[in-house]
């Protein structure tokens, strides 16, 4: 068994932890904060079988891929008090996961 340890935008866990749970893989959800940029992330702690990992790291790329977004167009009524000007384009997404052999596992 691994432990994977996830650190992923908050944009993105709604959806990861639909589609985590849908195919049975059990998460804990921490929240946590970038060091770099201050900013709130989530971090999950799953516990996966060794045969069920590749599934489990196919889940995390497809739903937080790195992908280019951009801030709310001129003249919108959206996204006002942001730090960006209107138009920008930002890359969202993406997750740093950590791996880590499991000695033992025991649920009491
Ligand atoms: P990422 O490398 O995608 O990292 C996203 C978040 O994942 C990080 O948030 C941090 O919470 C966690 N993380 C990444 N690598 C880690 C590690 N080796 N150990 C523990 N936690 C880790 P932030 O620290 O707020 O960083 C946000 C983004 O800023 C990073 O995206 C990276 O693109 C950039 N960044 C981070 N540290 C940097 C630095 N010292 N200099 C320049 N850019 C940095």
Same mark, same amino acid.
């Given at each position: 068994?691994?432990?994977? +340890? @996830? +650190?992923?935008? %908050?944009? %993105?866990?709604?959806?990861?932890? !639909?589609?985590?749970? %849908?195919?049975?893989?059990?998460? /804990?959800? =921490?929240?946590? #904060?970038?060091?770099? =940029?201050?900013?709130?992330?989530?971090?999950?702690?799953?516990?996966?079988? %060794? !045969?069920?990992?590749?599934?489990? =790291?196919? +889940? +995390?790329?497809? /739903?937080?891929?790195?992908?280019?977004? /951009? @801030?709310? &167009?001129?003249?919108? &009524?959206?996204?006002?008090?942001?730090?960006? &000007?209107?138009? #920008?384009?930002?890359?969202?997404?993406?997750? /740093?996961?950590?791996?880590?052999?499991? !000695?033992?596992? !025991?649920?009491?």
């Amino acid at each position: 068994m691994r432990l994977l +340890i @996830t +650190i992923v935008q %908050d944009a %993105d866990v709604q959806r990861l932890l !639909e589609v985590l749970t %849908d195919n049975r893989f059990s998460v /804990t959800r =921490l929240a946590s #904060t970038g060091g770099f =940029l201050r900013q709130g992330n989530t971090t999950l702690l799953m516990g996966v079988e %060794d !045969e069920r990992l590749e599934k489990a =790291l196919e +889940i +995390i790329r497809e /739903t937080c891929e790195k992908r280019e977004k /951009t @801030t709310a &167009p001129q003249g919108s &009524p959206f996204g006002r008090g942001g730090m960006l &000007p209107r138009g #920008t384009k930002v890359v969202v997404g993406g997750a /740093t996961v950590f791996m880590v052999d499991v !000695e033992r596992f !025991e649920k009491i």
